[in-house]
């Protein structure tokens, strides 16, 4: 849930303040650049250094694209990944629950064989790390914006709407632990066996 694939909407969603930076080639570079960065390396280790070598974008332009300084990086780079995510889950189509659940944990492992088990989940990186309250606000956030996603593309497999809020809940859960696992062991055992008891789990979801 790194890189895989911020638009106004999820800003208004996690309720924002208005007069929030407005979008910039280089602005939105660094942030993607941090979420890579700490998909691939974690907090402590995504740094304004880090991200600027990494962008290529010179150090002047940091506090004039972020000044609330890291937090502010961190924050965007926390929401560009939650959108990412809704756009998958929106992509994905609506024929079966079973279906629905398949493909997004397709997408998961390909993402895994993409950055070859080097990159995993922003949002979770900084979920186990977080320097402040603000950041794991931002992180609840992003995981409940997620969940909502998965819940109403259920919903619209005729799931009933607290079986699909409930599922929701447990494959996000999952989706993260089966990405910190399969990344240690590099290995799709794991990955594979949980897989299947989710698609299994969702086939036997109640309808409406």
Known sequence: MGSLLCNMGFLQTLNLPEGAPMPSPVRDRMISGALDLLARRGLQATSFAEVTQATQTPRGSIYHHFPGGKQELVLAAIDLNAQQWLDVVASVERRSPEQV????????????????????????????????????????????????????????????????????????????????????????????????????SARRLPRS
Request: charged share 25%; glycine share 8%.
């Open 101 to 200: 659940v398949s493909e997004l944990l397709g997408r998961l492992r390909t993402y895994l064989d993409e950055t070859k088990f080097e990159a995993g989940s922003a949002v979770g990186a900084v979920t186990v790390a977080a320097e402040n309250p603000t950041q794991l606000e931002r992180c609840r956030a992003a995981f409940d914006a997620f969940k909502g996603g998965l819940a109403k593309a259920l919903t619209d497999c005729s799931v009933t709407t607290a079986a699909a809020r409930e599922y929701a809940s447990l494959l996000t859960s999952s989706m993260i632990g089966m990405t910190m696992t399969a990344r240690a062991a590099r290995s799709y055992d794991g990955f594979d066996a949980s897989a299947r008891q989710l698609v299994d």
